[in-house]
Nanobody, 119 residues
Framework: QVQLVESGGGLVQPGGSLRLSCAAS????????MGWYRQAPGKQRELVAT???????NYADSVKGRFTISRDNAKNTVDLQMNSLKPEDTADYYC?????????????WGPGTQVTVSS
């Protein structure tokens, strides 16, 4: 099986920064696209940012210029550096990964980490 474990959430004031980390572990051949999604109370889960194992990135318009996604392919980790945080960034953040195992790609989710932006 494959496990994704997030860390780094918490409470931060508007304008502050947080860094989320996610590590993939288990039995697999390689990790393809990794990313972060978020879900605010009463809203649908939405994409925040993704990164391929080649380093190509994609960001939601709402976080461009403020958030930066990065990964370490050797460690199968992905980070999300969040700067200039706004109250509307408050949500549960989920790590996501497409993983190659047993000859096919499967999608996995982490359990989520809460980010609260409030004064």
């Amino acid at each position: 099986q494959v496990q994704l474990v997030e860390s780094g959430g918490g409470l931060v004031q508007p304008g502050g920064s947080l860094r989320l980390s996610c590590a993939a572990s288990g039995s697999f051949n390689r990790v393809a696209v990794m990313g972060w999604y978020r879900q605010a109370p009463g809203k649908q889960r939405e994409l925040v940012a993704t990164i391929t194992n080649g380093g190509s990135t994609n960001y939601a318009d709402s976080v461009k210029g403020r958030f930066t996604i990065s990964r370490d392919n050797a460690k199968n980790t992905v980070d999300l550096q969040m700067n200039s945080l706004k109250p509307e960034d408050t949500a549960d953040y989920y790590c996501h990964a497409y993983v190659l195992r047993l000859g096919a790609y499967y999608a996995y989710w982490g359990p989520g980490t809460q980010v609260t932006v409030s004064s």
